[in-house]
């Protein structure tokens, strides 16, 4: 396995732990863990979960909320009910609250030369089809807001709904609460109207329904309660909730080889887009085991020496998100308690002393076999009120696993037999889309529900208009390439044609155990047979032979580098994580020199290797600062600067943000640096101090400063936009200005989004095809408030293509769409380590493999003496 | 129970701990330990909570809920539903929920043949020619083994701080002890029933004569069910609407079972396999350096010496033949998960043709070797 298929492999790691991709990462979604259950403790910090046992976070408490104060503003009034409403949400678990988020930030209206029209031009018109519903009839009715206050304030939610309701007939069937908002499509007599029920105790209760707001069907609060709604119906239709989405648990698919359980769902969202309101709907695979916690320990404990077992469990189990058995509620695992077992007690609500076993025995008649397990450790994520909910004790024979595990990600068998369930190719994916539809068109209940409202939707799939832009030529050397668009690939084309710019291997080492001699002996040979054509001069290696020990190699290298050395290859036995690690911190911070790993698994098939020293061969000559290919870009004196982030999800710990910029009008040499973050730092004062040696370095390359500069800021966490445009980009105004008093470039900046649930199908020809690579979409499926478009840069071999979002939050640069489109497609054939076209810019791409080697293998910055050179490749 | 609650005699508030709704759920619940009930219906379910807490009782097979308010049972069914984890492991027994809109004042052959039918709170909302009809529809029609019937003991009211007449608006009459006995005395006779009376929510110190807050009556059928009295009564016209209906996955619906039986027959087949694959690399690596290796408990007979085995012993033995490996079923029915499942060897061949690839006669789980180990 080279860097790049290792790096591939582990990046799986990074919190995509509960559904699977249909196609590339974008159906994998973060399951939230749902509402805390635990209730707070104060001498036992640690309780189970609480005896609630539905979806809807129904156990909860709320903190009393105030009623609504006066109108100050009105902005300030509308401001308050969107957040109360969020709550709302929050509450059923359903409108993704970073989503709801980011759509009420406005960047399109700052941005003069968009205002009219965000739509490029070039390219040829195609006719797609893409997976959404128009919203065809909506209520014209003004949806009615109150408040409803308790007195004597009431905590369960159950309880509040229960005592509201015995006035339903005040106030009509069709009603949608929360435990304090209450909306109703009709309008009550009085603003205020005060009831008066009894609990079963005989205790009296004064309810006021306080008129706070009406809300016109065009506010982004109705459409959040219209998502609300649409969530109802998928419960109608008998779909389990798991997370975030609704799975169909009767026809699972079974891979009994793996003890793996794959549901078909659907993602479903409705939101204002360009021209009007839709329902996006995309297919969804969860996997879930058949299998306990406790089993897979039991599992683990067989297969690893009695020292390691602890460790090999907290790798294995810390990060993924388990099902309780006895309700529907999921939860991940943060740690495990090994001190603690079944037998430990803890304090009930009531301040009774009761041990797990008796718990669960009692509540739930759950026998807990096993009483010398460990128990998990889940912290809640989520605030109730102000009081942040204690950490909730899970037994592991109670859980079931859900997702995979990182060592089932990079089990190729594995993926390879859930693949074929899980990537749907476009044909059976829009079937999919089609016979849900159906199915909710068909079912009197939801149709019941819909009309209720006064909802309908279009039964058919959202058509619409877009572009594919030519295909770029392949520069190398005075040749231009063409290739073929549909693969969106020239590994063939460009094979055996000089490099632009070829770095000599004089003196480099080769390093390997005995074990691998011939692994080693073969890449020799075969870089000896490809390096000629490519033009790069090549003189024997240095050859190294070493114990099959980390210590081994890494005494090797502090014996053997010598000024002189370009590079140092190290042939590796097996996926050892430390070693790998201890090389690269090594050779990056240490004794900054380029290095390469490779697999001798890798090398070790005659058929494949020649092939593979072809690829070691480009990505070792990326790696000591050599150029392989460009494309004509017409704008001049711009950087281009790509910007992701990596987050250690397991210890949590830190975050690494990867930088690069371009060094050249050519964009074949980057600059690169990282900030490495303790949690609670902010990002953007390091990416300030980047921007400036980026502007350093590039002044000493060009002699000038570049008067353009594009920032794709990739890594944007749902929620994230506002933080982005109100204090991340007017520190890179700053930042620029601080350079000098005449220098004013020009700013753009582009967050790049890879997980979406869009996806476009190309319209005519059965079976139904993906769109061509260099398809773009900026209309109908864009949203009004943002001046942004989608692209399909890359192919895919099987399953569904998932486009790429791309939304322009600033730009100064007066380029037309068109031109930043035609840019941004352009800069997704730049990636050096891959001979195509790839899903996002080339400085993302890198960006990511740069801190996804800090994050995973040197967890600090690595030396600046490398940083010219795509070392991280 | 004799000390859970805490008083404050001369502000006079009286708080029950746990409180008496969970008490009384508890009861039943306790009553369900006791008499096993296979069929629980529950009249004026409300808000399901007490189905919802039954539904984990493994004895139970058939829960039904009854309610005179469809709406309160639809805000609430969705907790009845079987949770992704009862597909993922169906259970032994099946179990099937249903909740139904209609009135303890009419006969619905769908509560028919229960065991055990619980009125929580139920017959003082009821207006008095309900009252009138309600022992008829209990125990003359439904006639359960057990019947159980809570209402308040109207002499506890005094103790209530803001004392008035009725506990709740809702409520048509309360009862005193005398009269709520005397009520189901009278009914028990009529139906051939035994009556034993009991309560939840014990009075403060002092005032033990008031009675429990709440008081129990449980019913006892005096007469064995016969299954043509009962015949003749399903032909009793449909009243009531199902507003809910959820099966419980389980092992005694074939699809389920079958499904569980592959799943066993392969993962297990898979251990084999693993174990045989490393015994054989064991042999391979003799010379490596790696004592890491951890040596299989599961001994394959790979180039098996002891020929002069029966054969039923060596048909139990897995074997590799070039790049397939043969695992016998019969090794793997060997294995009591499988073996509990499936009962005989018979309905595990029968369960696993098809599903999974077997060697020609059908005998053994077939693997490729290829591809793993790279």
């Known amino acids: 396995?080279?860097?790049?298929?290792?790096?591939?492999?582990?990046?799986?790691?990074?919190?995509?732990?509960?559904?699977?991709?249909?196609?590339?990462?974008?159906?994998?979604?973060?399951?939230?863990?749902?509402?805390?259950?635990?209730?707070?403790?104060?001498?036992?910090?640690?309780?189970?979960?609480?005896?609630?046992?539905?979806?809807?976070?129904?156990?909860?408490?709320?903190?009393?909320?105030?009623?609504?104060?006066?109108?100050?503003?009105?902005?300030?009034?509308?401001?308050?009910?969107?957040?109360?409403?969020?709550?709302?949400?929050?509450?059923?678990?359903?409108?993704?609250?970073?989503?709801?988020?980011?759509?009420?930030?406005?960047?399109?209206?700052?941005?003069?030369?968009v205002k009219e029209s965000k739509t490029g031009s070039s390219g040829s018109m195609i006719k797609l089809t893409a997976n959404y519903f128009r919203l065809t009839s909506r209520p014209q009715w003004v949806l009615y807001q109150y408040h409803v206050g308790y007195s004597p304030e009431m905590e369960a939610r159950r309880l509040r709904t229960a005592l509201l309701f015995q006035h339903e007939n005040l106030l009509g069937k069709t009603n949608a609460f929360d435990g304090s908002i209450l909306l109703l499509p009709k309008k009550l007599k009085n603003k205020v109207t005060e009831l008066f029920s009894r609990t079963r105790n005989g205790e009296d209760v004064k309810i006021t329904v306080t008129l706070t707001n009406e809300l016109p069907p065009y506010s982004p609060t109705c459409l959040q309660f219209y998502n609300i709604i649409f969530r109802r119906l998928l419960k109608m239709l008998n779909l389990q909730q798991i997370g975030r989405n609704y799975y169909n648990p009767s026809d699972p698919i079974i891979v009994p080889k793996h003890r793996l359980m794959i549901w078909p769902g659907f993602i479903t969202s409705i939101l204002q887009y360009e021209e009007s309101i839709m329902l996006c709907i995309d297919v969804s695979h969860k996997v879930l085991r058949s299998e306990t916690v406790l089993d897979s320990m039991y599992n683990l404990c067989q297969h690893v020496e009695e020292q390691r077992f602890r460790d090999v469990c907290a790798k294995e189990l810390i990060g993924l998100v388990v099902l309780t058995k006895y309700n529907n509620k999921t939860y991940r695992v943060d740690d495990i308690d090994w001190d603690c077992n079944p037998q430990c007690t803890f304090r009930?609500?009531?301040?009774?002393?009761?041990?797990?076993?008796?718990?669960?025995?009692?509540q739930y008649n759950q026998v807990i076999s096993d009483l010398n397990q460990p128990v998990l450790i889940s912290q809640s994520r989520r605030r109730r009120g102000n009081i942040m909910p204690g950490p909730v004790v899970l037994i592991p024979e109670l859980c079931f696993l859900t997702g995979l595990t990182a060592k089932m990600r990079n089990d190729f068998?594995?993926?390879?037999?859930?693949?074929?369930?899980?990537?749907?190719p476009p044909d059976q994916r829009q079937q999919e889309i089609g016979r849900f539809m159906?199915?909710?068109?068909?079912?009197?209940?939801?149709?019941?529900?819909?009309?209720?409202?006064?909802?309908?939707?279009d039964s058919n799939l959202l058509s619409l208009q877009g572009r594919v832009v030519k295909a770029e030529k392949i520069l190398q050397s005075g040749n231009a390439f063409d290739y073929n668009p549909q693969f969106a690939d020239w590994t063939r084309e460009t094979r055996g044609a000089p490099l632009i710019c070829a770095k000599p291997l004089d003196n480099w080492l080769l390093m390997y155990t005995r074990r691998n001699y011939d692994s080693a002996n073969a890449l020799l040979q075969n870089l000896f047979k490809v390096t000629p054509s490519m033009g790069i001069r090549m003189n024997m290696a240095t050859m190294i032979e070493v114990e099959d020990r980390t210590e081994a190699y890494l005494r090797a290298l502090q014996q053997s580098i010598t000024p002189d050395t370009n590079i140092v290859v190290c042939v590796l036995s097996g996926t050892q994580k430390d070693r790998y690690d201890a090389i690269k911190k090594y050779l990056c911070t240490d004794c900054p020199i380029p290095s390469q790993c490779v697999l001798a698994r890798t090398l070790s098939k005659p058929q494949t290797v020649q092939t593979i020293a072809t690829k070691i061969a480009l990505q070792m000559n990326c790696k000591m600062g050599g150029e392989l290919w460009t494309v004509e870009i017409p704008l001049k004196q711009v950087m281009i600067v790509g910007i992701d982030c990596y987050h250690d999800l397991l210890s949590g710990k830190h975050s690494v943000a990867g930088f690069v910029a371009?060094?050249?009008?050519?964009?074949?040499?980057?600059?690169?640096?990282?900030?490495?973050?303790?949690?609670?730092?902010?990002?953007?004062?390091?990416?300030?101090?980047?921007?400036?040696?980026?502007?350093?370095?590039?002044?000493?390359?060009?002699?000038?400063?570049?008067?353009?500069i594009i920032v794709y800021r990739d890594g944007v966490g749902d929620g994230q936009l506002s933080i982005l445009v109100n204090y991340e980009v007017p520190q890179f105004l700053d930042c620029l200005k601080s350079i000098g008093k005449d220098y004013m470039p020009r700013l753009t900046v582009i967050v790049v989004k890879k997980q979406l649930n869009t996806r476009f199908f190309m319209q005519g020809g059965r079976p139904l095809k993906n769109p061509a690579p260099g398809t773009i979409v900026d209309l109908e499926v864009t949203r009004p408030e943002w001046y942004d478009f989608f692209i399909v840069s890359h192919a895919v071999r099987n399953g569904c293509i998932s486009p790429t979002h791309y939304n322009v939050i600033y730009d100064s640069s007066q380029l037309k769409p068109d031109h930043i489109q035609r840019l941004t497609y352009k800069l997704c054939h730049m990636y050096y380590n891959w001979s195509g076209v790839i899903r996002v810019p080339a400085p993302c791409q890198y960006a990511h493999k740069l801190a996804f080697l800090v994050g995973q293998s040197l967890h600090r910055e690595p030396s600046l003496v490398l940083s010219d050179r795509l070392y991280y490749l | 129970m004799d000390k859970n609650f805490q008083e404050k005699q001369f502000k006079g508030i009286i708080k029950f701990t746990p409180p008496l709704s969970k008490q009384r759920y508890q009861f039943i619940k306790d009553l369900v330990g006791k008499y096993k009930p296979k069929k629980v219906a529950d009249l004026g379910c409300a808000d399901c909570t007490l189905l919802w807490m039954l539904k984990f009782c493994p004895c139970i097979e058939v829960l039904a809920g009854l309610d005179i308010c469809a709406s309160v049972m639809q805000q609430n069914m969705h907790r009845l539903s079987p949770l992704p984890v009862d597909y993922l492991q169906p259970a032994e027994r099946s179990l099937t929920i249903t909740l139904h809109h209609g009135s303890v004042a009419c006969k619905d052959p769908c509560m028919l043949g229960f065991d055990l039918v619980t009125c929580i709170e139920l017959i003082e909302h009821l207006e008095e020619p309900e009252l009138k009809k309600f022992p008829e529809v209990v125990f003359g029609f439904m006639a359960p083994s057990i019947v159980v019937i809570s209402t308040p003991n109207s002499e506890f009211n005094p103790l209530f701080p803001r004392a008035t007449l009725l506990r709740h608006p809702d409520h048509k009459f309360e009862w005193n002890r005398v009269q709520f006995q005397s009520w189901a005395l009278e009914t028990a006779r009529c139906y051939d029933y035994s009556v034993e009376f009991t309560g939840v929510g014990h009075p403060p110190t002092g005032m033990e004569n008031v009675g429990f807050c709440t008081q129990i009556g449980v019913f006892v059928r005096n007469y064995p069910q016969t299954s043509e009295f009962a015949q003749s009564k399903k032909s009793t016209e449909e009243v009531y609407k199902m507003v809910f209906k959820a099966v419980y996955p389980s092992l005694k619906d074939e699809k389920y079972l079958q499904n569980a039986v592959v799943s066993e027959v392969v993962f297990t087949a898979q251990i084999i396999k693993q174990s045989l694959l490393d015994c054989l690399m064991l042999e391979h690596d003799k010379y490596n350096d790696d004592p890491t290796e951890r040596k299989s408990e599961f001994q394959p007979s790979v180039n098996s010496e002891d020929l002069g085995n029966l054969d039923v012993e060596k048909s139990m033995e897995p074997y590799v033949n070039g790049n397939v490996i043969y695992i016998p079923l019969r090794t793997i029915f060997s294995f009591p998960e499988v073996n509990q499942l499936c009962g005989t060897f018979e309905k595990l061949c029968m369960f696993v043709a098809g599903k999974v690839t077997l060697s020609s006669d059908g005998s053994a789980v077939m693997f490729s070797t290829e591809h793993e180990n790279h």
């Not at chain 1, 079912?443 to 309908?456: A, F, I, M």
Request: net charge positive; with cysteine; charged share 25%.
């Open chain 1, 413 to 424: 068998n594995v993926m390879k037999d859930l693949a074929v369930h899980t990537r749907l």
């Open chain 1, 438 to 457: 159906d199915c909710i068109q068909r079912d009197d209940n939801v149709q019941k529900e819909l009309q209720s409202w006064g909802l309908s939707f």
């Open chain 1, 1 to 113: 396995m080279s860097g790049r298929a290792r790096a591939r492999a582990r990046g799986r790691l990074l919190g995509q732990e509960a559904a699977i991709p249909g196609a590339g990462a974008s159906s994998v979604q973060n399951i939230l863990p749902s509402q805390p259950p635990s209730r707070q403790q104060l001498r036992q910090p640690c309780v189970p979960p609480s005896a609630s046992g539905q979806p809807g976070g129904r156990g909860r408490q709320r903190s009393p909320q105030s009623a609504p104060q006066g109108p100050k503003k009105i902005s300030q009034e509308e401001l308050q009910i969107s957040m109360g409403f969020q709550e709302f949400s929050i509450s059923d678990r359903d409108v993704r609250r970073g989503d709801s988020h980011d759509l009420r930030v406005n960047t399109r209206q700052a941005m003069e030369h």
């Open chain 1, 348 to 362: 009930r609500a009531d301040g009774s002393e009761i041990s797990f076993v008796d718990y669960y025995k009692t």
């Open chain 1, 662 to 708: 371009s060094l050249n009008q050519t964009m074949t040499r980057w600059f690169s640096r990282c900030v490495v973050q303790d949690r609670g730092q902010e990002l953007v004062d390091g990416l300030k101090a980047c921007l400036q040696t980026a502007l350093r370095e590039w002044f000493k390359w060009n002699k000038y400063l570049p008067s353009r």
